[in-house]
């Protein structure tokens, strides 16, 4: 569904850009694409006539040129757009952000506009087609990689976590702009925020390259894969501290157990203590998780009483598989055997809460 009367500006953040941005421009231009908003990101004064050249492109119409000095990064560039766009166009059902290289071209662009208004609650995602024989080594790495960590991390799949062409709703754009990051972990950051709480929908694009080896990019291997990991480790560091510490609780309590219950009741000695020590550590991490880890808008009514249905679930488990490894086992040590049985459960059990218990997504 195409709508033409319908505002969604098209943002560039740009760092020292070639006359590919130029290209761009005169094409968006030609096609009566627009506004466009362009952020110049502390570039050096070499580059004033190349912005000069685009600001006179953009304005012709209702374009906006920003700049300032010095760099502060790609997600800076971002958020400054957003904070625009938030206060001088409050009828836009969102926006769309592109990269100033040439790697996203008008129709690919068209094609994120025409998705998100026709979904204007769901990030639109211009996701590309990895073939490590086409796509520059640093690109196709970064991404296969970080897919997968991603894909468990956030509990969402996502087929490429570093494109820079994304449609994003009006509400998310506008909580955005205090999100944490201000280079190029802003982007994972973004798609971390999507997690849970709205949906995303991935358009397939094409992928433009020069070459491997002259195709240019501001994207430090190393050093910016490191800050991204970092946010990627930390929402799934603070889940390992909630369920270690949950663990620790209900380990220490179903030994208590299994030594009050062994000489009463006989073999469902296992499964009693593992209730009682589940029911305590279980009302601990629903807390914590809630608050601290997820940090969940959801009904707590409704995400308690998922909650509770899992923790039967992932109880009964538990219980079942460690009772049927010490019935064919005999002598084994209770309490060796569950640890491990809960660790294989825990890693299953931090994707449900992330995709089901916590989730909230608006609906539509």
Not at 11 to 28: F, G, N
Not at 322 to 343: N, Q, R
Request: include cysteine.
């Amino acid at each position: 569904m195409e709508n033409k009367t319908a505002l969604v500006p098209i943002v560039i953040p740009s760092y020292e850009p070639d006359e590919r941005l130029i290209a761009l421009l005169h094409d968006l231009d030609a096609k009566e694409m627009g506004p466009v908003i362009i952020v110049n990101d502390g570039s050096s004064e070499e580059y004033d006539k190349t912005f000069a050249e685009a600001e006179a492109i953009i304005t012709k119409r209702g374009g906006k040129f920003i700049s300032y000095r010095p760099n502060r990064g790609k997600g800076r560039a971002l958020k400054t757009a957003f904070t625009y766009i938030k206060e001088n166009m409050p009828g836009a059902i969102g926006c769309v952000t592109a990269d100033s290289d040439g790697q996203h071209s008008p129709e690919c662009i068209n094609n994120i506009i025409d998705t998100l208004i026709e979904k204007p609650n769901n990030l639109v995602l211009g996701v590309r087609q990895f073939d490590k024989k086409e796509i520059p080594w640093k690109s196709w790495f970064g991404n296969t990689v970080t897919i997968n960590v991603f894909s468990y991390v956030a509990g969402m799949r996502v087929s490429d976590t570093q494109s820079g062409l994304r449609g994003i709703p009006f509400k998310f754009m506008t909580e955005l702009i205090d999100t944490k990051g201000e280079r190029f972990e802003y982007e994972m950051q973004m798609l971390l925020e999507c997690a849970g709480k709205y949906d995303l929908t991935e358009i397939p694009i094409e992928t433009i390259y020069e070459s491997k080896e002259n195709h240019q990019t501001h994207f430090r291997p190393v050093k910016d894969s490191i800050i991204i990991y970092k946010v990627l480790g930390k929402k799934f560091f603070k889940f390992v501290f909630a369920s270690v510490s949950s663990f620790v609780i209900d380990i220490l309590l179903f030994h208590l157990f299994v030594l009050m219950f062994k000489d009463t009741f006989g073999a469902l000695y296992i499964t009693f203590a593992t209730i009682g020590a589940r029911v305590i550590s279980a009302v601990y991490n629903y807390l914590i998780n809630y608050k601290f880890v997820f940090k969940s808008k959801a009904s707590r009514t409704t995400s308690l009483t998922k909650y509770a249905l899992l923790a039967i679930i992932q109880m009964s488990l538990s219980a079942g598989i460690v009772s049927l490894i010490v019935y064919l086992f005999p002598g084994c040590w209770e309490t060796l055997v569950k640890a491990i049985v809960d660790m294989i459960l825990f890693l299953i059990s931090y994707a449900v809460q992330q995709r089901f218990v916590f989730s909230s997504k608006s609906k539509v």
